[in-house]
């Protein structure tokens, strides 16, 4: 079983939409969550972090994290279709020598 | 990203051996081996720190990782099996600590006939 779910699967907005992903992690032993994402045939590329309570501001993208619930979420203001993308929550916990943990993945896709 | 370069990018293999080759011009401590199979998130195969490997997470013994310098990471495969059909990632960080970004290379896509 995935520690960390992502929802939805799939997602498809208009050009200048708001896309709204979501995570939620079953271990708390998680202590660090950054979003990721990865363009068809590239590697994954680290979009933000967010390691408090609340909400984190980054240009159009804005990641917010409840920690009790284990629940973070990204949007994507003014999306682009260039942000169409797969995008990845990841987790890691602390102390054990860096173990990034990758949830299931949504994919967005943004029609111009 | 050409700051981490890894090769071949394609490989096409029946059961022979090969090894996968990855470089890093950030000057990171730590790089990392990631295998994401199809429609599946990368998972974590091996982590090295200043040439000390630090996690070997559950990967068949056919998989040999190699870190002959910081700046360079191999993965050996012999017998490779259908099952190891991946892309496999070269990652790294600078020092390898629980709160670092991640930089992947393109990766390498293995295809096992």
């Known amino acids: 079983q995935q520690k960390v779910q992502q929802s939805p699967e799939s997602l498809s907005v208009p050009e200048g939409g708001m896309a709204s992903l979501n995570c939620t992690s079953s271990d708390r032993n998680f202590q660090y969550f950054w979003w990721y994402r990865q363009h068809s045939g590239e590697g994954p590329k680290a979009l933000m972090s967010i390691f408090s309570d609340g909400d984190k501001k980054e240009g159009r993208f804005t990641a917010h994290l409840n920690k009790a619930s284990l629940h973070v979420s990204l949007h994507i203001r003014d999306s682009q279709p260039s942000d169409s993308a797969l995008y990845f929550c990841a987790a890691s916990e602390s102390n054990m020598g860096y173990k990034l943990t990758f949830g299931t993945g949504t994919s967005l896709l943004v029609d111009p | 990203n050409t700051k981490i370069t890894q090769s071949p990018r394609y490989l096409i293999l029946g059961r022979a051996n090969k090894s996968l080759e990855c470089e890093q011009h950030?000057?990171?401590?730590?790089m990392y081996w990631y295998k994401q199979s199809a429609e599946k998130p990368p998972e974590l195969m091996f982590l090295?720190?200043?040439?000390?490997?630090?996690r070997n997470e559950t990967v068949p013994s056919r998989f040999i990782p190699e870190c002959p310098d910081s700046s360079k990471l191999l993965l050996h495969i012999s017998a490779v099996d259908p099952e190891d059909s991946a892309v496999y990632f070269c990652a790294s960080s600078p020092r390898g600590g629980d709160n670092e970004r991640l930089f992947f290379g393109h990766g390498t896509k293995l295809s096992v006939l």
């Open positions: 090295y720190n200043l040439k000390q490997l630090i």
């Open positions: 950030l000057g990171h401590n730590a």
